[in-house]
């Protein structure tokens, strides 16, 4: 943050300097390929076999290059069984014969290739056995044979063909059916609807059903058994394309065949046995769905087609037919974190109010009171819920004075860290904040393994609480931040976020004039914290709301320097009628005026060169930008902003 980093740099460039020769670059570990379970991050990895050795511990995952974001393996089922339309996470399978092993103990089940269109096998009954006019659902059968096979177990069966609805085989005598007509008792009453006549009462049920196939979508009734529907002609099969109503059928495999000339089309059972909402039997939408935003815009049975369409859009997302199970998305995530450098409610207010898509917010709260572990508190209980009931994350800020030879003391002394995480995490817990924003800088090196355990059991106190920590860290280099105490390797397996203060590139103490963060120093500092291995999800880059002005003398001397705050930037460059040149070094522009004999210069910050940091952010697949600080800034700044989220 803009204050403090004359012990630091000094400390650790000694330290280089007394080991020049014998520091080695940190082998790379930048992360290369992401494990994804549907659409949840599970791993980042520089090594593609580990990528895929995890990968395979999980279904429904796949690994993804994170520069193309290309598919290069994933294990997403290519049959899925069905029953009666519904299915189960359990029912999906690499392979056809794993499909039909499991449809095979199912009654009513068809599988469909996941990716072509419809069924490629079913198990639906052909025939049906009835005993009189009772039936029940144990005597479907495919074949003939299987229904011969149960109904010559009992006496007055005959079988219905489900496919034209007609009386193929009974084991009734010709004897028996005469004496059956005969009867005087017509109980049998065929209805059209809501329509018969008295031609349509019969006493034998295989001459009511042959009446009944006459007519289109009619039942057959017995008057003895308070008019129950004895057998049925109507038309269940529905087939619909998108919304829209097309035809009905009779049996299933008439609906597919009609059904197959057109595309989104589904097929509804409409049977009114099917309590509740009736079921979707059979489709051939293709099973990957792509949206924007929460537009529907395409679909492919292809997976691979779909993903590369979807590529071709922003804020695009694949979801599975079924369910909407979203599996993929290219959404905006960037985070937008702000410092408050405050504890004070209204300027906190005043600050937020002029943001536009911020989503945590750091109000400066609590410090390193004293070496025995004190904890100096000047939050506000008011200021978090107010900030929480407008949307905002809460994550406040907890330094250490930036006191070197206080924080040593600390480090050493177990009881006192103890006491501070205690004090600390019951308060952040009872305030209701989201998390705590460890800014502890200007260490020693040599306190590198116990700040790294500090970390450690802060954060696991913090988890027990719900809280996340996330920790600032300087831009530094892999050159020599091995010196010094901040280990981000292992910090990194620690906290939940990481976030790089890429600013004060050239700060109050430097002996030169230079940018406060020039773009490719920016860039080359996120590439140097990824080479160490941490996660693209978990870094944050910090970003100036300030420049530093140079004063120089005519002889071309440093004589001071001074922070001027981005908002009032203009005003100042209209007052003194300064130049701006374009520096290719910084990538910025160089603004200059003169007065009272000294040249005064800064490099430009605005909207151009808080986009190009987003942009950097995004370039990396980042999890955010973390601005230093709020105050600074305007209004049109954050219109920016939230344009490039």
Avoid: C
């Avoid at 035809?247 to 509804?268: E, K």
């Avoid at 924080?407 to 009881?415: D, G, I, K, R, W």
């Avoid at 601005?627 to 800034?633: M, N, P, S, T």
């Amino acid at each position: 943050m803009l204050k403090r980093k004359t012990v630091l740099i000094v400390s650790v460039m000694a330290l280089f300097l007394s080991s020049a020769g014998s520091a080695m670059a940190a082998a790379d570990k930048t992360s290369k390929y992401r494990v994804y379970q549907d659409d949840r991050i599970l791993l980042e990895t520089s090594d593609y076999k580990s990528a895929e050795n995890y990968a395979k511990q999980f279904t429904s995952s796949h690994v993804e290059d994170i520069s193309s974001r290309k598919w290069l393996w994933n294990n997403y089922p290519r049959y899925k069984v069905y029953q009666n339309g519904k299915s189960s996470s359990s029912w999906e399978f690499a392979t056809l014969d794993q499909a039909k092993r499991e449809a095979a103990n199912w009654t009513h089940a068809s599988i469909r290739d996941l990716q072509s269109d419809g069924w490629v096998w079913n198990n639906y009954p052909k025939y049906q056995v009835y005993q009189g006019d009772a039936t029940m659902s144990s005597w479907e059968f495919a074949t003939l044979n299987d229904a011969k096979a149960e109904a010559s177990k009992w006496g007055n069966a005959h079988i219905i063909d489900l496919t034209t609805h007609q009386w193929v085989w009974d084991n009734l005598s010709a004897s028996s059916k005469t004496e059956l007509r005969a009867s005087s008792d017509r109980i049998y009453k065929v209805y059209q609807g809501t329509s018969t006549n008295d031609d349509w009462s019969f006493a034998y049920l295989e001459d009511a059903i042959n009446e009944s196939l006459k007519w289109s979508n009619s039942t057959v009734i017995n008057s003895t058994k308070g008019n129950q529907i004895v057998f049925s002609n109507v038309k269940t099969y529905k087939v619909y394309q998108y919304s829209q109503y097309l035809d009905s059928f009779l049996n299933v495999d008439d609906a597919i065949r009609y059904a197959q000339q057109f595309s989104h089309t589904n097929i509804v059972n409409d049977d009114p046995s099917n309590s509740g909402s009736k079921p979707v039997i059979w489709s051939n939408y293709p099973y990957y769905q792509v949206y924007q935003s929460d537009s529907w815009i395409s679909d492919s049975s292809s997976l691979t087609n779909a993903l590369n369409y979807a590529m071709g859009y922003s804020n695009a997302s694949i979801r599975l037919l079924d369910d909407g199970t979203k599996i993929w998305d290219n959404f905006s995530k960037l985070q937008f974190w702000g410092w408050n450098g405050s504890s004070s409610n209204d300027t906190i207010r005043s600050q937020v109010n002029t943001t536009s898509g911020l989503d945590v917010v750091s109000p400066t709260y609590f410090t390193l009171a004293d070496a025995s572990g004190g904890l100096t508190d000047t939050s506000n209980k008011d200021t978090v819920a107010w900030l929480k009931s407008q949307g905002y994350a809460v994550q406040p800020l907890v330094s250490n004075q930036f006191d070197a030879s206080l924080t040593t003391q600390f480090l050493s002394n177990a009881s006192a860290q103890t006491k501070f995480i205690n004090a600390l995490v019951t308060k952040a817990a009872s305030l209701g904040v989201n998390g705590l924003n460890i800014d502890f800088e200007s260490l020693s090196g040599k306190d590198r393994a116990a700040y790294t355990a500090f970390i450690q059991k802060l954060t696991d106190a913090a988890h027990q609480k719900g809280l996340l920590i996330s920790i600032d860290l300087p831009r530094g280099s892999v050159k020599w931040n091995a010196q010094t105490a901040f280990d981000h390797e292992k910090l990194a397996n620690i906290v939940d976020y990481i976030i790089t203060m890429t600013y004060d590139q050239y700060w109050k103490g430097s002996t030169e004039a230079g940018s406060v963060a020039g773009l490719q120093w920016v860039e080359e500092g996120i590439q140097e914290f990824l080479s160490y291995g941490i996660s693209r999800d978990k870094l944050i880059i910090g970003i100036p709301f300030y420049v530093r002005e140079w004063q120089i003398d005519s002889a071309g001397n440093l004589v001071n320097n001074r922070a001027l705050l981005m908002k009032d930037l203009p005003a100042l460059m209209a007052s003194k009628n300064a130049t701006k040149t374009w520096d290719d070094t910084f990538k910025q522009y160089r603004v200059e005026y003169t007065q009272d004999g000294y040249t005064y210069v800064f490099w430009l910050e605005n909207e151009d060169t808080v986009k190009a940091r987003l942009e950097l952010a995004k370039k990396y697949n980042l999890a955010g930008v973390a601005a230093w600080r709020l105050g600074y800034d305007t209004s049109d700044l954050w219109k920016t902003m939230i344009q490039e989220k």
